[in-house]
């Protein structure tokens, strides 16, 4: 039985698979990683064989859930849940964001930012879909909010069974001219990216930070105003007309307080 402190423990193991795998690292220094890997949460776990033997596992590594399902949706689809908000960060944008493809497509990816081979969910058709919307709703700079109903698939893995009626919104945290112009002219200076012309080296990426080693040394970590900027966008895309009046009018004038 896993405890509150275990799961804690595990939540915030997302290093972890990177030090199992090695990586690019040179086949030597490999076995170092692993043993640093040991620094992470691992447990001995049941099973239950058909004879009723109940037989305890060797100690198995247990990691963040962005291994597999890097948004959390599994376990709302297990609950046949109808309504969802999935808030997507990443560090590419939508058209190249393999995660968010997994969910449409069992990719061929097994890899130390994890296994997307066994998470698809959603017709394949709904994925052009949902490029063909985002790619709509952003052109003219507007926030990376669409909405869309769709059908869940089975998937055995996640204790999935099939249901009509899913109505989710994506909410891509990509770049929008509407949020920049209503920044103070500093802030869109830094944005800028070029050092000579006043942009900051921090913001080179925004919004697409790396989960691993964006402010190197630091294997994790992002600096104040790295994350509040990027919190700004997050709140503008669903608090600005265009994203609150999508959400509302999808889900019914319940979801959202009026103003």
Not at 83 to 107: C, E, G, M, R, W
Request: hydrophobic share 40%; net charge neutral; with cysteine.
């Amino acid at each position: 039985m896993f405890t509150l402190a275990d799961v804690i423990a595990s939540s915030g193991a997302a290093p972890q698979l990177q030090l199992l795998l090695g990586g690019d690292v040179p086949a030597k220094a490999r076995a170092a990683l692993a043993q640093a890997a040991g620094a992470f949460p691992s447990f001995r776990t049941l099973a239950v064989r058909e004879d009723s033997a109940v037989v305890q596992s060797a100690e198995l590594p247990h990691g963040d859930g962005g291994f597999t399902d890097n948004l959390g949706l599994m376990p709302l689809l297990a609950r046949r849940v109808k309504h969802i908000i999935a808030f997507v960060n990443s560090n590419q944008p939508f058209t190249s964001n393999d995660q968010l493809q997994s969910y449409f497509f069992p990719l061929a990816v097994r890899t130390g930012s994890g296994d997307k081979s066994m998470n698809a969910v959603f017709p394949k058709e709904k994925y052009r879909e949902l490029l063909d919307g985002l790619d709509r709703v952003t052109k003219d700079g507007g926030p990376a909010v669409f909405c869309a109903t769709t059908s869940v698939l089975e998937n055995e893995l996640y204790n999935i069974a099939p249901y009509d009626g899913l109505k989710v919104c994506w909410v891509y945290n990509a770049p929008a001219s509407s949020w920049e112009a209503q920044l103070p002219d500093a802030i869109r200076t830094w944005l800028n990216g070029d050092p000579k012309k006043g942009g900051l080296k921090s913001l080179r990426h925004f919004p697409y930070y790396a989960t691993f080693a964006e402010n190197r040394p630091y294997l994790i970590k992002l600096d104040a105003l790295q994350v509040n900027l990027l919190a700004n966008l997050s709140a503008w895309a669903i608090t600005t007309d265009a994203g609150r009046s999508r959400i509302r009018e999808f889900f019914g004038d319940d979801v959202l307080p009026g103003r």
